[in-house]
């Protein structure tokens, strides 16, 4: 069976793909058995050790109630005993998880003791309520109560600390499950490299070497030494009937030198025909589509079917191929089409970053775009090979890149003639050696990269021909180990501004007036979007938490048109408010909803989808991004279309601005709003800002100087959004650490963050009323 070649090669692949299959299975283990520690840990350990501190917190915030509600002069306050109830519940259900997830049978023990203490306790509560505060036995009472609660916290904390033994004990267990699992991988893949490194050094000796030798010999004999031996002729196998035809070769070798010369000419012939045919493939590959394509339409059965489907899927990938190496050929032979049209270089770069955006997020990469303010906002030249460069050297920067981000940047050079477009990363880098073998034609710096990232290496050529072709230079700046900088330069020729019919812009008074509830717990959010559509006639509801917006839906008559929805809100978020409303019956549950939310990520956008929303919007909400959502959502000026799918208005770029920008305040948010709603809008707002900014500096900072994590979370959430519309950027971004650090509950950090928003309220307050004077001067000069 192995004598032949071909059946040693069959075999040496099977054992290959053995091996392939076997490191693969190894790798699923070993990846299910971390999923599976990794699950536990939550499961066990994680859950035990927090629900233990939760008890403890649930307990001592119980107590603390008890206690106040004992001592207070005015007697037990309303609903005290149901309040009691509810979180003495709240107390028992998270000794039930530690019960239930603890891996120290002791912790049971002392959960059951808990609950006797506990039983005892609320019954001395409950005898301290029924008792008046002069009974002689009141004070004994209360003491005993407090003995008991002691004690209570004496065995959480026993309880807690045993959960954090639980951690370390699991950790132990998963050392050795881990290093198991490594030694017997190791031992697989030793056991299997041995066995290939075998199969290769028997396959050298078998057919390498004894070709090696034939070839040897084909060089001598072709050399005109016809004394040579011919080895191996005696093998039954391949190489033995190689040997045979080289000995017949030998024997003929006077009628091969008369045949070199027809070979020649053969050749030639065949590459010419081969150059003739090359710009004819197209012709017949597409019959061979075109036929197949009427092929699958004939009826084929479903075996029919699935062969043609091949023969078609192949054939485009063909064409592809094809299709791109000519237009490479095109562009080598200096026949690139390069257009000159006017264009708006922020849009263009905004537009290539969104397009990428996804894929950065996929991998916790940030992308940012930098334009430099003294760059003229038109520009003429060609926009979509502009963008094609960009986005391919984006890519390949995502590409490279596991940390950190990329970041797209434009700037002009030589005294302001030529456009220089920046894509830096904090990649992988390139030596200096690999940088010289970039922009050629299929070559990558590294011959490792294509096994590692994939690719031809032909983006950067065809970024190479397109910049000569606009008459510029390409380069890349890198270190290896800390990042890549390519860039490019081309002439830079300012434009003129775009038309409303090339912008593809439309008229925002097209909509017909609709019934708009906006649906928004912060005070300076509703006067904002209030003033920017009624000034388009829209008659405008409000609703300050989800419950009251689910109300208003259902009882308006005549029907709404459209619901603006805050995804954060008190009582009812705005997630559970649509999907309460697409529960309605009727008409009602068909409302268009559109989202307004500062989570501008991949999953906030999927989660509004799948709640039902049918539109989103970033905020601070520039209300030029709030109507060309409206403009898409009622289409004709009438009514909504019969399908639509989420849209994304400006992808947080306002958002994204105020969080990554450095400047304290952005003046020409408050001048656009004074300009587009007039200046007593603006005071309005400034005014509430002011107004409101008292009431919730207590629950930021509180007189004992120990704030409530979730509390201020919520509160600095308002506070943030507010500061957005005002332009107070500073407080926007502290404002949003504020609300993350009490999200995670991270004290700590709370702290000091807490510190540096009241510096930046202070500043922001008195650059507010600076504002506020600028606007009433103007509104003096101007006059009545």
């Known amino acids: 069976m192995f004598r032949t070649i071909r059946f040693k090669l069959a075999a040496a692949?099977?054992?290959?793909?053995?091996?392939?299959?076997?490191?693969?299975?190894?790798a699923v283990l070993v990846v299910r058995s971390t999923g599976d520690l990794v699950i536990r840990m939550y499961d066990q350990p994680l859950q035990a050790i927090n629900y233990a501190r939760l008890a403890q917190t649930n307990f001592v915030m119980l107590d603390l109630m008890v206690d106040r509600a004992l001592k207070s002069p005015n007697g037990l306050p309303e609903n005290f005993r149901e309040d009691l109830d509810i979180n003495d519940e709240d107390f028992l259900a998270s000794l039930d998880v530690v019960e239930e997830r603890g891996l120290n049978p002791e912790i049971r023990t002392y959960t059951a003791r808990i609950r006797e203490q506990n039983a005892d306790w609320l019954a001395a509560v409950r005898q301290l309520t029924e008792m008046q505060g002069t009974s002689p036995d009141h004070a004994s009472a209360m003491e005993g109560m407090e003995r008991l609660g002691a004690g209570i916290i004496t065995n959480l904390e026993i309880?807690?600390?045993?959960?954090?033994?639980?951690?370390?004990?699991?950790?132990?267990?998963?050392?050795?499950?881990?290093?198991?699992a490594a030694d017997r991988t190791t031992l697989l893949i030793a056991a299997l490299f041995t066995l290939v490194v075998g199969i290769t050094i028997a396959l050298i000796r078998n057919i390498v070497t004894p070709l090696n030798r034939l070839t040897r010999a084909t060089i001598q004999l072709a050399g005109g030494n016809m004394d040579v031996a011919v080895p191996h002729t005696s093998r039954r196998d391949e190489i033995g009937s190689v040997a045979g035809a080289l000995g017949v070769f030998k024997g003929a070798m006077e009628v091969v030198r008369e045949a070199q010369e027809k070979a020649e000419a053969a050749t030639r012939a065949k590459s010419e025909f081969l150059a003739m045919m090359s710009h004819e493939i197209r012709t017949p590959m597409n019959g061979v589509l075109g036929l197949t394509r009427l092929l699958l339409r004939s009826g084929l059965n479903e075996e029919q079917a699935k062969l043609a489907t091949t023969v078609l899927q192949s054939g485009q990938s063909l064409l592809r191929i094809l299709n791109d190496i000519l237009d490479f050929s095109k562009l080598e032979a200096g026949k690139a089409d390069i257009e000159t049209l006017d264009f708006e270089l922020v849009s263009l770069m905004a537009g290539t970053s969104m397009?990428?955006?996804?894929?950065?997020?996929?991998?916790?990469?940030?992308?940012?775009?930098?334009?430099d303010e003294a760059l003229p906002v038109y520009l003429k030249g060609d926009p979509n090979r502009l963008r094609q460069i960009m986005l391919n050297l984006v890519g390949n920067a995502i590409k490279f890149t596991e940390t950190g981000g990329v970041t797209l940047r434009a700037g002009a050079c030589a005294q302001?003639?030529?456009?220089?477009?920046?894509?830096?990363?904090?990649?992988?880098?390139?030596?200096?050696?690999?940088?010289?073998?970039?922009?050629?034609?299929?070559?990558?710096?590294?011959?490792?990269?294509?096994?590692?990232?994939?690719?031809?290496?032909?983006g950067l050529a065809i970024c190479k021909k397109l910049v000569e072709a606009m008459g510029g230079t390409i380069g890349v700046d890198?270190?290896?180990?800390?990042?890549?900088t390519f860039w490019f330069e081309i002439p830079l020729v300012e434009g003129s501004p775009i038309t409303a019919d090339a912008a593809g812009d439309y008229d925002e008074?097209?909509?017909?007036?609709?019934?708009?509830?906006?649906?928004?717990?912060?005070?300076?959010?509703?006067?904002?979007?209030?003033?920017?559509?009624?000034?388009?006639?829209?008659?405008?509801l409000f609703a300050e938490d989800g419950e009251t917006a689910v109300a208003m839906v259902r009882d308006a008559d005549p029907p709404l048109d459209l619901v603006l929805m805050d995804v954060h809100m008190p009582r009812m978020d705005g997630m559970t408010a649509t999907r309460a409303i697409r529960a309605l019956p009727g008409p009602a549950s068909g409302v268009l909803i559109v989202a307004a939310t500062a989570s501008v990520g991949g999953n906030g956008v999927q989660r509004c989808l799948d709640a039902g929303m049918n539109a989103y919007v970033s905020k601070p909400i520039d209300p030029a991004n709030l109507f060309k959502v409206i403009h898409r959502l009622f289409p004709d000026g009438e009514g909504p279309p019969a399908e639509f799918d989420i849209e994304m208005a400006d992808a947080g770029a306002t958002a994204g601005s105020l969080l990554t920008g450095t400047e304290p305040f952005v003046a020409d948010m408050l001048t656009d709003m004074?300009?587009?709603?007039?200046?007593?809008?603006?005071?309005?707002?400034i005014d509430t800002f002011l107004s409101i900014l008292p009431e919730v500096e207590p629950d930021l900072f509180p007189s004992d100087g120990t704030p409530q994590p979730q509390q201020v979370a919520e509160v600095a959430h308002s506070l943030k959004s507010a500061a957005g519309s005002l332009g107070l950027a500073q407080v926007?971004?502290?404002?949003?650490?504020?609300?993350?650090?009490?999200?995670?509950?991270?004290?700590?950090?709370?702290?000091?963050?807490?510190?540096?928003?009241?510096?930046?309220?202070?500043?922001?307050?008195?650059?507010?009323?600076?504002?506020?004077?600028?606007v009433e001067a103007a509104m003096a000069e101007a006059g009545p």
């Open 674 to 685: 004074a300009d587009s709603m007039g200046p007593d809008m603006a005071l309005d707002l």
């Open 416 to 458: 302001g003639t030529r456009l220089r477009v920046e894509v830096a990363d904090t990649g992988i880098g390139i030596s200096e050696a690999a940088r010289s073998k970039l922009f050629g034609s299929f070559v990558q710096a590294d011959s490792s990269i294509t096994r590692r990232f994939g690719g031809t290496g032909l």
């Open 13 to 26: 692949f099977a054992v290959a793909v053995l091996a392939a299959v076997t490191i693969g299975l190894v």
């Open 159 to 180: 309880v807690t600390q045993m959960a954090a033994e639980d951690g370390y004990r699991f950790r132990l267990s998963a050392e050795e499950t881990i290093k198991a």
């Open 509 to 540: 008074h097209a909509v017909r007036p609709l019934r708009i509830l906006v649906a928004d717990d912060n005070a300076i959010n509703r006067k904002v979007l209030a003033g920017a559509l009624a000034e388009h006639g829209h008659m405008v």
């Open 478 to 484: 890198s270190v290896q180990g800390q990042g890549s």
């Open 355 to 371: 397009l990428m955006r996804n894929r950065a997020e996929e991998k916790d990469l940030w992308l940012r775009e930098e334009v």
């Open 732 to 774: 926007y971004r502290t404002a949003a650490s504020v609300e993350a650090a009490g999200q995670t509950g991270d004290s700590a950090g709370l702290a000091s963050l807490l510190s540096q928003l009241r510096v930046d309220l202070d500043e922001g307050v008195v650059w507010l009323r600076e504002r506020r004077a600028m």
